[in-house]
């Protein structure tokens, strides 16, 4: 979590140039772009669409800061793209984002790391679903190899994998705060203009599907929320030739604003919580994760490292109907359930030593989907992400259900919003 480097108080009053962006119809909207929503995926989006000549792009956010909600709150793992199915957003997202986001890092010397992973079977069932994610990603062409037990044993004793275990070589971590920064400062260097503390309430699509977008944003202060909010007096109204929707975990009150009531959306959220582990001992130098388990709507209770070496399990999941509530999990059984998947794979760990640190919270498009992949086309976790370009309301780009790897595929995400929106 982060404060923005500018001050946006004045920025709705700004009237900009007429541009045009996807016909030879000259506008007068005040933006070319407005980008609701100011995570890291919306960050992205922002970014690479400013980066149009003539362009200018107004990113809108709920919150004082950028990258609140969804985006500070995971495991900041970039993915390799091993569980997500044939034909799906996740899988060609994650992979094209995980090489953008390792060049970008580079290039901006965001602080990350190429770790790897260890995924670790226990069971013959697991090991089953362990072959299914190696077949998967030699088909894909994501680098994946088995460890024998000597080579386990030298170079993480620590770690149990009594029937088999997987290494991912391209997994990594990322600061993603660091990253949010850099790409929020691209964006803002490029031009563009961030409105903090600005909650829609109220969106018009242009008549006849030609024209402006009008929306309304509540002025800081205001505790209307996406839910439950209607326009007022005091709103301001701004235009855009075009409205991307990118507002997480409030993505489809968004949707629901716009489109018409056959299309609305339910929310349906998973939260999870992260556990902090002090102690030096056991402690791997690598990232991992149990075997995927079919109907679980996560990855499982894992263990990952931050840029700092700290290591983190989690996140487990529970599926909740409020997204706002972002304290640990208090359940004192989830809590016995998630010591004893770490133990599974750390058996030397000291359970007193483990404690609730922070939650995060998810945005699914179902309640404990089964519509999509865990590697070689299974079918077990969550469903793809909705990106698409809404029937009858040109200039609008939804995207909805926007999880894991959303923070992995971020870069990926704005060049096909860019795609979707100029080519």
Not at 75 to 95: D, F, P, R, W
Not at 184 to 213: K, M, N, Q, Y
Not at 329 to 351: H, K
Not at 398 to 412: F, I, R, V, Y
Request: net charge neutral; charged share 20%.
């Amino acid at each position: 979590m982060f404060a923005s480097s500018r001050a946006v108080k004045a920025i709705f009053r700004h009237r900009v140039q007429s541009r045009n962006f996807t016909s030879s119809i000259r506008r007068n909207a005040d933006f070319t772009h407005a980008v609701v929503g100011g995570g890291a995926i919306g960050l992205a989006i922002a970014r690479r669409l400013q980066q149009v000549e003539g362009a200018q792009v107004v990113l809108i956010e709920k919150h004082g800061m950028v990258g609140s909600e969804t985006s500070s709150r995971n495991s900041e793992v970039i993915h390799a793209g091993l569980y997500y199915g044939h034909n799906t957003l996740k899988t060609q997202l994650c992979v094209e984002g995980k090489h953008m986001m390792y060049e970008y890092c580079d290039r901006r010397a965001v602080p990350h790391m190429n770790c790897g992973k260890w995924i670790v079977a226990q069971t013959d069932d697991q090991l089953h679903a362990l072959k299914g994610v190696h077949d998967f990603a030699k088909e894909i062409g994501v680098p994946i190899r088995w460890i024998g037990p000597e080579e386990a044993q030298a170079r993480e004793p620590d770690v149990r994998c009594q029937a088999g275990a997987l290494e991912s070589p391209s997994t990594g971590i990322v600061d993603s705060h660091t990253y949010m920064q850099a790409l929020h400062a691209d964006f803002e260097e490029a031009g563009g203009d961030t409105a903090l503390a600005s909650t829609v309430t109220r969106i018009e699509a242009p008549p006849s599907g030609s024209g402006d977008w009008k929306i309304w944003t509540a002025p800081p202060g205001s505790t209307q929320t996406h839910e439950t909010s209607a326009a007022s007096e005091d709103d301001v109204v701004v235009t855009a030739e075009s409205i991307i929707n990118s507002a997480g975990l409030y993505a489809h009150g968004i949707n629901n604003m716009i489109l018409p009531p056959e299309r609305h959306r339910t929310p349906y959220y998973a939260k999870g919580t992260y556990y902090s582990y002090p102690k030096s001992r056991p402690k791997p130098n690598t990232l991992i994760y149990p075997a995927p388990v079919p109907g679980h709507g996560g990855l499982g209770t894992h263990l990952t490292l931050d840029m700092a070496g700290r290591i983190r399990f989690g996140p487990d999941v529970e599926w909740v109907t409020n997204p706002h509530d972002l304290a640990p999990s208090g359940d004192s059984a989830r809590f016995a359930a998630a010591l004893q998947d770490i133990q599974s794979y750390l058996p030397g760990i000291d359970v007193e030593a483990v404690a609730p640190d922070y939650a995060g919270i998810r945005p699914k498009l179902a309640p404990k989907e089964s519509s999509s992949s865990s590697g070689g086309g299974k079918k077990v976790t969550s469903s793809d992400f909705y990106i698409r370009r809404e029937e009858g309301f040109p200039g609008f780009v939804n995207l909805l259900g926007m999880e894991s790897p959303g923070l992995t595929s971020s870069l990926a995400v704005g060049e096909l919003v860019f795609r979707m929106l100029y080519r």
